[in-house]
């Protein structure tokens, strides 16, 4: 047992390694022939396109140096997230690629089958739930259509667009994109809340093709990814492990102890660097509303931990002098107790963690290794539960005459 005890989180410890070193995703960076039958109109004078990071979104452009304003020409296709969904493209003339302030251009079917476009000024109240309505936006926009591929699913836009350089810097245009599941009443609804779709954002520069984003969002996410799950999800638990099983396998209780509040000490260390990390995280302003249970768990798990670690000065100390039995009795009560948070705190870990990985979605392997790793940690945690049962059996045969 012991070689278990002391390999398992060296091999962890490898496992959650090259999960770092191998989850930058390779960036795409030329068009699918998506537009090719859309060939007419815009369409054909495109001469840039670029795929986007998100939502198998794809952006043409062209633009041509015509005073006082720029004029581009863009075609934007994407696969609503649902039949009868929309597809939406804007610039934010602000500071941020963010929804709030976009000037968009949206498309939706109607029921009988043909294609609506409008531009939105999408504002604070739009995110607050408002009613999405037509209106006219600064921009000029010329020769709106919208199309749809029976073939694909993908609907299409396609505009001329007159840009005023002094608001809108071709070199740097911060723009957006969303798709959505449903139109009611010429009413584009909400889209989902996944990552992906407040990850459709970014700055990019016309003249070359190339598109900007900070990068320090998603290292943020796969660290508070990785940190939790070895923290929260593997120290404490095998922590729970050796202290559970410890007193039947030796007699040198001390240093099995030392092992127990050092494996929970590191756990709760690298897991509340982790839920530091998630807090960071939740302070931006698209993810407030979103992700409830996650969040909530996450605080409770915190404070039970936290309650757990004080437990290194608030266990009931053994005395000689007074009553022995009182401190004896004390002493079982707060084991209980001890154990019974324990347990309560691996139980929430372990659903916090599927709900993180339902969040992030990092490729199917690395969920599939934490569902191995718990397995194996509930066989150890089986095998020596029957190990102390057949051992109590026993003791109970020797003792009986
Ligand atoms: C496409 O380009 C051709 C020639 O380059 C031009 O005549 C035509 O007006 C352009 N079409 C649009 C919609 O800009
Ligand atoms: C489809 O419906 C819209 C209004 O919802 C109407 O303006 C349009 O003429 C209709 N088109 C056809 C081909 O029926
Ligand atoms: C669009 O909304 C912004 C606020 O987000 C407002 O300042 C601007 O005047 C609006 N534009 C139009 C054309 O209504
Ligand atoms: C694209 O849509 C426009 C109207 O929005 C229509 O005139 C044109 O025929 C459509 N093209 C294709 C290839 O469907
Ligand atoms: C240039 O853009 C500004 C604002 O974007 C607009 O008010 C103006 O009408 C445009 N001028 C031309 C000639 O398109
Ligand atoms: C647009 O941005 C580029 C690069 O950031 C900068 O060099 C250029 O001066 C800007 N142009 C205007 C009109 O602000």
């Not at 390779?26 to 795929?51: L, M, P, W, Y």
């Not at 994407?78 to 251009?105: C, D, E, F, Y």
């Not at 609907?155 to 009611?184: C, F, R």
């Amino acid at each position: 047992m012991a070689i278990t005890m002391v390999s398992s989180p060296a091999l962890v410890f490898l496992v959650v390694a090259s999960f770092l070193c191998t989850s930058t995703q390779a960036q795409r960076s030329s068009c699918d022939n998506s537009f090719s039958f859309f060939e007419e109109g815009i369409a054909g004078n495109v001469t840039h396109c670029r795929k986007l990071r998100t939502l198998g979104a794809e952006l043409g452009w062209s633009y041509r140096n015509t005073t006082p304003n720029v004029t581009v020409n863009i075609v934007f296709s994407a696969i609503p997230s649902a039949a009868g969904g929309w597809v939406a493209w804007g610039l934010n003339p602000g500071s941020k690629p963010q929804m709030v302030g976009t000037r968009a251009l949206i498309a939706f079917r109607r029921a009988n089958g043909t294609l609506e476009m409008n531009t939105y000024n999408l504002t604070r109240d739009t995110m607050l739930g408002c009613k999405l309505q037509p209106s006219p936006i600064e921009v000029q926009v010329r020769n709106m259509q919208a199309n749809y591929s029976e073939e694909t699913g993908a609907v299409t836009m396609s505009a001329a667009l007159s840009l005023d350089p002094s608001t809108y810097n071709i070199s740097e245009l911060k723009h957006v994109w969303q798709v959505g599941s449903s139109v009611v009443d010429q009413v584009p609804q909400k889209h989902r809340m996944r990552l992906k779709n407040f990850d459709s954002f970014e700055i990019i520069d016309l003249t070359t093709g190339r598109g900007f984003r900070d990068t320090g969002l998603a290292k943020q996410r796969d660290a508070h990814g990785v940190l939790s799950v070895f923290g929260w999800g593997i120290l404490l638990p095998i922590g729970v492990i050796v202290k559970r099983y410890s007193r039947n396998i030796s007699k040198n209780q001390e240093v099995w102890f030392m092992l127990h509040v050092s494996f929970q000490i590191s756990g709760y260390t690298v897991g509340i660097t982790a839920w530091g990390i998630g807090l960071a995280l939740m302070s931006n302003s698209w993810h407030f509303n979103t992700f409830k249970g996650h969040r909530t768990i996450g605080i409770i798990i915190f404070c039970l931990a936290t309650l757990q670690m004080m437990a290194l000065w608030l266990k009931p100390s053994k005395t000689n002098e007074g009553d022995t039995n009182t401190t004896d009795r004390r002493r079982r009560y707060w084991g209980v107790y001890h154990q019974l948070v324990g347990y309560t705190l691996i139980t929430l870990i372990t659903v916090n963690i599927f709900k993180g990985f339902a969040i992030l979605r990092p490729p199917p392997v690395w969920k599939w290794m934490y569902v191995g790793l718990l397995a194996a940690l509930s066989c150890v945690a089986f095998g020596l539960e029957v190990a102390i049962w057949v051992k109590q059996c026993r003791n109970a045969k020797n003792s009986s005459p």
